[in-house]
């Protein structure tokens, strides 16, 4: 049974820095793409990072220079580390983990991430 588990999530105030863990096991972790998504509410969900399995990395532009995805494949864990937060990165924050097809595609339950102002 596959399983992915963030970790991590928390109140914060704004300039401060939480870093996010993800756990995925039942699945063979060095062949997925692993993202993280955050939902503010009252919007849908949106991309935040991900990196592949070679390690190739792509971060949203609102975050990039502030946060970073990273991943340990001998863990199979993947990590988000925000810094300089801003209220507005305040949601719901998910992390994914799919094959490069999209044939496999599975949702973590998600961290709550608060910045206060």
């Known amino acids: 049974q596959v399983q992915v588990v963030e970790s991590g999530g928390g109140l914060v105030q704004a300039g401060g820095s939480l870093r996010l863990s993800c756990a995925a096991s039942g699945l063979t972790f060095g062949s997925y793409i692993m993202g993280w998504y955050r939902q503010a509410p009252g919007k849908e969900r949106e991309l935040v990072a991900f990196i592949t399995s070679d390690g190739g990395i792509y971060h949203e532009d609102s975050v990039k220079g502030r946060f970073t995805i990273s991943r340990d494949n001998a863990m199979s864990m993947t990590e988000l580390q925000m810094n300089s937060l801003f209220p507005e990165d305040t949601a719901v924050y998910y992390c994914?983990?799919?094959?490069?097809?999209?044939?496999?595609?599975?949702w973590g339950q998600g961290t709550q991430v608060t910045v206060s102002s």
């Open positions: 994914n983990a799919a094959l490069p097809d999209r044939s496999r595609n599975y």
